[in-house]
């Protein structure tokens, strides 16, 4: 086991980097929640981040001072809405309720996995909803990695002490998932748990239809895409993206719509665009964060075709590294 660990770890090539982040800088544009940040990243790649003091990890800001961060030139970034649900099977508006994946959900979030097995994922962010947290946890199981995915719980202190883990190589060999209720499901207001052929029967096609898909008319009490975006893009923007920008490998399993409105922003589609884009559940989309741009790559195909992982280096080496660490397991 101890030989085995230590070929690893000659095989990978791993970058340090440190960042400190003063409390004080906050944005005071937006209402938004920011953290005091001390965060160490020993691992590009298969890193965890960890404080130092008590072993726990904290999400970067957006106000990390640019010259503390180390440059790096390209991240990956996976979207995964997930697998089939309890309720997309009975066609049912689900929204913020928290129902489980299918038997089919389970199958094709593993075959998300599959696809996206060759590719770095540093860290996972999950809205707090169990169909997603169960397709991200599904999927990584697949990975070739071959990390512990370790859901974090900061929910209050004592669950952030009760967490903690006492090994570096433990750390090292996990990838923290971060649940964030901002990544959760449009909220459907009065139409959760309605059927949504009878509610178009009821209201009409037409009225049913801007109601999933407008970009400002919001169902009976419930969010627009817009309002859904306000709180999912600028969750993005402030926790995520600043991972990117360190060079982070960032997956991130959620919903149709919070999916929706980072893919709008990701692809600078307008409000006309985003009516027309649908997500099927389980196909995974990866994008290539570089020089502060996003580039679409599509939806990875399969482990052993060539496909997406001939579009960058990165990720081309990526995979020679885990080719080339899987025949020293199997010598
Ligand atoms: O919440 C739901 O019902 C679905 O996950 C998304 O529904 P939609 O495709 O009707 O927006």
Same mark, same amino acid.
């Given at each position: 086991?101890?030989?085995?660990?230590?070929?690893?770890?000659?095989?990978?090539?791993?970058?340090?980097?440190?960042?400190?982040?003063?409390?004080?800088?906050?944005?005071?544009?937006?209402?938004?929640?920011?953290?005091?940040?001390?965060?160490? +990243?020993?691992?590009?790649? %298969?890193?965890? !981040?960890?404080?130092?003091?008590?072993?726990?990890?904290?999400?970067?800001?957006?106000?990390?001072?640019? +010259?503390?961060?180390?440059?790096?030139?390209?991240?990956?970034?996976?979207?995964?809405?997930?697998?089939?649900?309890?309720?997309?099977?009975?066609?049912?508006?689900?929204?913020?309720?928290?129902?489980?994946?299918?038997? *089919?959900?389970?199958?094709?979030?593993?075959?998300?996995?599959?696809?996206?097995?060759?590719?770095?994922?540093?860290?996972?962010?999950? !809205?707090?909803?169990?169909?997603?947290?169960?397709?991200?946890?599904?999927?990584?199981?697949?990975?070739?990695?071959?990390?512990?995915?370790?859901?974090?719980?900061?929910?209050?202190?004592?669950? *952030?002490?009760?967490?903690?883990?006492? !090994?570096?190589?433990?750390?090292?060999?996990?990838?923290?998932?971060?649940?964030?209720?901002?990544?959760?499901?449009?909220?459907?207001?009065?139409?959760?748990?309605?059927?949504?052929?009878?509610?178009?029967?009821?209201?009409?096609?037409?009225?049913?239809?801007?109601?999933?898909? !407008?970009?400002?008319?919001?169902?009976?009490?419930?969010?627009?895409?817009?309002?859904?975006?306000?709180?999912?893009?600028?969750?993005?923007?402030?926790?995520?993206?600043?991972?990117?920008?360190?060079?982070?490998?960032?997956?991130?399993?959620?919903?149709?719509?919070?999916?929706?409105?980072?893919?709008?922003?990701?692809? *600078?589609?307008?409000?006309?665009?985003?009516?027309?884009?649908?997500?099927? +559940?389980?196909?995974?989309?990866?994008?290539?964060?570089?020089?502060?741009?996003?580039?679409?790559?599509?939806?990875?195909?399969?482990?052993?075709?060539?496909?997406?992982?001939?579009? %960058?280096?990165?990720?081309?080496?990526?995979?020679?590294?885990?080719?080339?660490?899987?025949?020293?397991?199997?010598?």
């Amino acid at each position: 086991m101890a030989t085995t660990a230590m070929s690893h770890q000659s095989i990978v090539s791993f970058i340090s980097l440190r960042f400190k982040i003063n409390s004080s800088l906050i944005h005071t544009s937006k209402k938004r929640n920011f953290c005091k940040i001390e965060a160490m +990243t020993s691992q590009t790649e %298969t890193s965890v !981040s960890y404080n130092n003091n008590n072993n726990t990890l904290l999400s970067p800001s957006k106000n990390i001072p640019e +010259t503390s961060l180390k440059k790096t030139n390209e991240a990956a970034l996976i979207l995964i809405r997930h697998g089939e649900s309890l309720w997309n099977e009975k066609n049912l508006f689900t929204g913020c309720v928290d129902v489980p994946l299918t038997e *089919k959900g389970v199958e094709e979030a593993i075959e998300a996995g599959k696809r996206i097995s060759n590719i770095p994922v540093d860290v996972i962010f999950t !809205s707090s909803l169990i169909r997603a947290q169960m397709t991200a946890m599904l999927a990584m199981i697949q990975h070739r990695r071959k990390k512990v995915p370790i859901i974090l719980h900061d929910e209050n202190e004592q669950a *952030k002490t009760w967490s903690q883990v006492f !090994s570096e190589e433990t750390k090292n060999q996990s990838i923290p998932v971060i649940p964030a209720w901002q990544l959760n499901e449009r909220m459907y207001g009065e139409l959760q748990g309605l059927n949504k052929q009878e509610t178009a029967e009821r209201y009409g096609k037409q009225q049913v239809h801007e109601w999933r898909r !407008s970009y400002d008319i919001p169902p009976p009490k419930g969010e627009s895409l817009e309002m859904c975006a306000e709180r999912a893009v600028a969750y993005f923007e402030d926790n995520i993206e600043p991972m990117l920008a360190a060079g982070k490998n960032v997956m991130i399993a959620a919903h149709g719509n919070s999916l929706r409105s980072i893919i709008m922003y990701l692809d *600078k589609l307008t409000s006309q665009e985003v009516i027309s884009l649908e997500l099927s +559940t389980g196909i995974p989309l990866l994008y290539i964060f570089k020089d502060g741009k996003f580039m679409k790559r599509g939806s990875p195909v399969g482990p052993t075709e060539p496909g997406v992982y001939a579009y %960058t280096k990165g990720l081309a080496q990526y995979r020679q590294k885990l080719e080339a660490e899987s025949e020293v397991i199997c010598s």
